[in-house]
């Protein structure tokens, strides 16, 4: 939110910027008059850049989701490097650190999810970072992937959606297990052995 000091010298800019446009006068005295009304909320509202995944995670902008549950979505990446490559998106702005553990909850049934429908040689996790919305890619490879990316076509995602959209388990049904530490890439967990085993004789 911004402060009522920030109100004022984001007014004062964007009046600034109206009475410098190249339109008439009764449309400038329009605009200022329109800026000079708004609440912080619509201010703030009005200048802050959109973001898209923020849309998407909230149904507000058309995807092709696989799953969804109280923390993240999952849908599919409409410039997929590989069939099945699908986001996971967070539904608020958080680090890596920060994700719940929900997030990794709906990770892990994705993941089983595509190797029990797609059947890759692997799965190759990642997070990436646009618009200041931190999500993790979740790419099946079967190996004869180009490393590119390519436009699904509408018909291509539909069909994809029909094989692999699944629903994901209730916060009542999940394991509360402690949160993994987060490292740039995501892998498969790996094996710790905290004490070696007695040996019976």
């Keep these: 939110m911004l ?19 190249d339109i008439s006068e009764d449309e400038k005295d329009k605009a200022a008059a ?50 099945g490559h699908s986001l996971l998106i967070p539904k608020k702005h958080v680090s890596l650190a920060e994700f719940p553990m929900n997030v990794y909850e709906l990770l ?12 890759p040689k692997e799965i190759s996790i990642s997070s990436s970072e646009a618009q200041g919305h931190v999500m993790i890619n979740i790419l099946p490879l079967s190996g004869n992937e180009t490393g590119k990316r390519e436009k699904a076509s509408k018909e291509q995602l539909e069909e994809l959606i029909r094989l692999l959209r699944f629903e994901a388990k209730k916060e009542s049904e999940l394991k509360l297990q402690p949160k993994p530490e987060v490292k740039q890439e995501l892998k498969e967990p790996e094996v710790i052995i905290e004490k070696a085993p007695v040996r019976v004789p």
């Excluded at 984001?10 to 109206?18: E, S, T």
């Excluded at 850049?49 to 799953?67: D, H, N, T, V, Y």
Aim: with cysteine.
């Design 3 to 21: 402060s009522s000091e920030e109100v004022e010298k984001v007014k004062q800019a964007l009046l600034n910027q109206i009475e410098g446009m």
């Design 108 to 119: 892990q049934e994705t993941i089983k999810n595509l190797k029990a429908k797609l059947s």
């Design 34 to 83: 329109r800026i000079s009304q708004m609440t912080p909320e619509q201010l703030e509202s009005f200048v802050k850049p959109k973001c898209i995944f923020c849309g998407i995670s909230q149904g507000q902008i058309e995807s092709f989701k696989l799953a969804e549950n109280s923390e993240a979505v999952v849908v599919l990446e409409i410039n997929p490097m590989s069939k």
